[in-house]
Structures are given as C-alpha cells and as structure tokens.
C-alpha cells in the first residue's frame, strides 16, 4: 500500500501469484483482485482459483496470463478447440453457454447503466441458439508463407499468427474453402494477403475472395482450380490490400462464376454481393429481424425508415406492412443488392438514399418530412448524438434500435433518453456465441 494512499501497489511485472476470479470483464476477460489490485486475465472464469503471471500495470488495473487453473469454477467447461487457449477469436469458450448467456445480458446492463447512466430497463435473458457451433457465415483469414507454404489462419494473441487446422465457429465450407485455397495458392505461388469466406447456409453456396498484395496472372486459373475442388464454391472474385479496410470499400473484381450469393432469414430472401455487409449469423438474425418487426408495431399506414439499411435484411419485411417506407446506406454495393432486393419483392415505391445517415437525416428535416418509426442498426461505433438528435425533428415515435456493442448501446440509449424518449426494453441476442460479443435490439417511444 502506498503511503498516505488507500490504493494497492500493482504487483511488478512478471510476479507470479495464485488468485481467484470473481467476476467477467465486457471484453470476457476474467477479473480477480488479488490484494485489493484489479487484474484482467484472459480464459479465466469467475470461482476460478488460478495461477498467473502479470504481464502489463497500470496505475489501477493490470493484465496477467493464466498459467494453470487450480480449481475451476463452476461454469468452467472443457473447451471445443484445441487453439481456444492462445486465438483471439473465442473469449468465452470456457465458459458454460448458459453463463455465457447471462453473462452477455450482464455486459448489456452494465452498458446501459455504467455508460448511458440509464437505469430501470428491462433486459430480457439473452436469446441462445441450439447448437452455439459452425454459425459464423463469413470467414476472414490472414495469410503467411510458412516453410515455403501459403497458410491461413488467424492474428491470435500477442499477434502471433496461428494457422488453422479447423474452427469450430466457422461454417464447415469456409474452412474446406480454406485448405483448397492453402493449396492452389502455394502449387501457383498466388500473393494472398488475406482469404475472406461468405457462405450461405440455406442454399449450401459460398464465395471466395483472394485478397492480394498484387495482380497476378495465376489468379484466373486458380480461381478456377478452386471451384473445380470445392464445387460449391459458385463466385471467386480478388481485390487488392487496401490498408485495413479490406474488400467492402473497393471493388472486389470477379475472376470466375457469380459475385453475390442468396440468403435466407426467416420468411425472406436477399441477395447479398461479395461487398456488402450481412449478418454473420444467419439464424440469430433471422430471429431478430422478426424481433425489429414486431418492436416497429403497427405498421399499417405509417412511415417507416431504416437508417443502415445494408441489403434491406430489415426494411424489406418492414416496407411490406408500412405506407412509406425509406432506406439510407453509404455503401454503393450494399444500396444497389437492397434496390434489387425490395425489386423482387415488389417494393418499387420504397426510397432508397446513397449517403451518410448524418448528412441525410438533415436533409429530410428540412424538407419537413416525418417518419413514425425508425430502425437504426448501425455499425459498431455506434450512431451517435448528431443522428438521434434529428429523430425529434422527424416527429419519430418509435425507435427501434439494433446494436452489436454494449458501449455504444449504452451511449445511444443515454442519448435517446435525454432526447425525450423512453428505453421500454432491450433484448440481448447471441449473434456471436463462444465470443463476448453480443448483438441487442431496443426499443425506445416518444
Ligand atoms: C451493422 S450494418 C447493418 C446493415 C443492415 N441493417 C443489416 O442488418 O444487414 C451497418 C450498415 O450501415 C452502413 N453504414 C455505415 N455507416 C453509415 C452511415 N454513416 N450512414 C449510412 N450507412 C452507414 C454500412 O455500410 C452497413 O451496411
């Protein structure tokens, strides 16, 4: 303890001290707090008695790696994959999937509370799936030339690249896709710098997307060598590297076959191109497209907009039951696949918007326009004070708001309470199980 101070020392890097877990981190990190100090440590569960070493300090809080579970605490379970320990991907996978659940709908609450400072929501028990595995419809996996073979896997921990045998959360297509691509790209040299999977489940069809460092003249027949090994693969397309921001701001260009795939959640049909953004569960997000509709209400001779409307995944059903109906994406791809979309359905009088929701909004208020509900599903930033404050404006009385981030929930729903409205319920829906990720869909009035 320091002098004069009621706050522990932290313990020096590299100490080595045995501690019990009691609580989860949003992030799935377990927390202990051995001698008064908060430590987060990775793969640990709360009841947990472990050993660990500490790895990074800071003035209140600190990190340590988990050496050896002494004793493990209730919710502890045998984990699936045999690289769980050291990937990034699955925090949670230790963890019973009812704790994981509840967990969730913790890190949902707390968001709320400790973030938007708004208390007393209901948060409805998180909405599980069946079978918690091989949900994950889009693959991203990183390349690296290991003993002269073009391998792919993931960033794990520390960075450290891990290449993947399989992945117990990824669609079983995505990882055959995987080695066929291992393969011909090592037999034809290809520079990959990244694989990007999407999968349909429904119709059993995927794409392929070589994100290269350069054009390469072997792309074309690779490209067809990997749809003669995997037959389901109907689209290979490439794209270079382009900073972070991989394939969904460029043009991925089309090597072979088709570019988009069909998918299916609940009653609906979309056609989603190898850009634009779907979800990347496809049961959990037919359920909360049902889940929007129902919080949306009576919809019958009302106006309705979805604010990032992607593909139209929730203004088709929506537009179908509304008298107006508007959609606003920036992505030019993801407006084109919604334009058709609504199109097959018959939905020709339905607005679309290319642009930012922020510069859009605006643009409707001062043409006096109204709209009774609006749905916003941003992304994980989340939409953002300039964006609700125009919901008043728009005489907006129900807000349906669809988020993939506790925070910036949190921060929303604080917004959209001093803007007026009343947060009725949230209900938390594993889109992401294994991971501490957690989609949750709201509902606010006026
Ligand atoms: C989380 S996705 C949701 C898409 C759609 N609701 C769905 O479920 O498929 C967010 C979408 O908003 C788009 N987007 C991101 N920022 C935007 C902005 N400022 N204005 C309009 N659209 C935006 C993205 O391109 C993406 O399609």
């Not at 910036?408 to 009725?424: E, F, M, N, S, V």
Request: aromatic letters at 6%.
């Amino acid at each position: 303890m320091k002098e004069n101070s009621t706050e522990p020392d932290p313990p020096h890097i590299g100490a080595r001290l045995t501690t019990t877990v009691d609580a989860l981190a949003a992030g799935g990190e377990g927390i202990a707090r051995p001698d008064g100090f908060t430590l987060f440590i990775p793969h640990t569960a709360p009841g947990d008695v472990v050993d660990v070493e500490v790895t990074r300090t800071a003035k209140h809080y600190g990190r340590a790696r988990l050496l050896a579970v002494r004793t493990p605490g209730p919710d502890r379970v045998p984990v699936a994959c045999p690289l769980a320990e050291g990937c990034a991907g699955c925090q949670l996978q230790h963890l019973r999937y009812a704790a994981q659940l509840d967990a969730k709908r913790t890190f949902v609450r707390d968001g709320l509370e400790r973030i938007g400072h708004v208390h007393g929501v209901d948060v409805l028990p998180t909405l599980g799936m069946d079978d918690p595995w091989h949900y994950r419809n889009k693959g991203e996996f990183a390349a690296q030339i290991i003993d002269g073979r073009l391998r792919l896997g993931y960033h794990g921990e520390d960075d450290a690249f891990l290449p993947l045998p399989d992945c117990p959360i990824q669609h079983p297509l995505s990882i055959e896709i995987l080695h066929a691509v291992e393969e011909i790209g090592t037999e034809l040299r290809l520079p990959v710098a990244q694989l990007i999977t999407r999968v349909s489940p429904h119709t059993g069809e995927a794409l392929a997307i070589l994100v290269c460092w350069n054009w390469d003249d072997n792309l074309r027949a690779a490209a067809e060598a990997l749809q003669a090994r995997v037959p389901a693969l109907v689209g290979v397309l490439w794209s270079r590297v382009h900073g972070k921001s991989v394939v969904r701001r460029t043009l991925a260009e089309l090597l072979t076959g088709r570019g988009h795939l069909m998918q299916r959640l609940a009653a609906w049909e979309y056609g989603v191109s190898a850009e634009s953004f779907f979800q990347v569960n496809t049961t959990q997000a037919a359920r909360l497209v049902e889940l929007a509709l129902s919080y949306a209400g009576e919809l019958h001779g009302r106006s309705v907009a979805d604010g990032y409307c992607g593909v139209g995944t929730f203004l088709i059903p929506l537009a179908q039951q509304a008298g107006r109906a508007l959609g606003i994406e920036e992505h030019p791809i993801a407006l084109r696949d919604a334009d058709r979309n609504l199109g097959q359905y018959g939905l020709h009088e339905v607005k679309l918007y290319e642009g930012r929701v922020e510069i859009l909004f605006p643009r409707l208020v001062r043409k006096g326009r109204q709209v009774d509900v609006v749905v916003l599903d941003p992304p994980r930033k989340g939409a953002g004070r300039p964006v609700l404050e125009h919901l008043v404006a728009l005489e907006t009385e129900r807000v349906v708001l669809i988020s993939c981030d506790p925070a910036t929930l949190g921060r929303d729903a604080g917004d959209l309470t001093a803007l007026g409205y009343k947060l009725q319920y949230v209900q938390p829906v594993d889109m992401f199980p294994q991971t501490w990720h957690v989609e949750a869909i709201a509902l606010a009035t006026r």
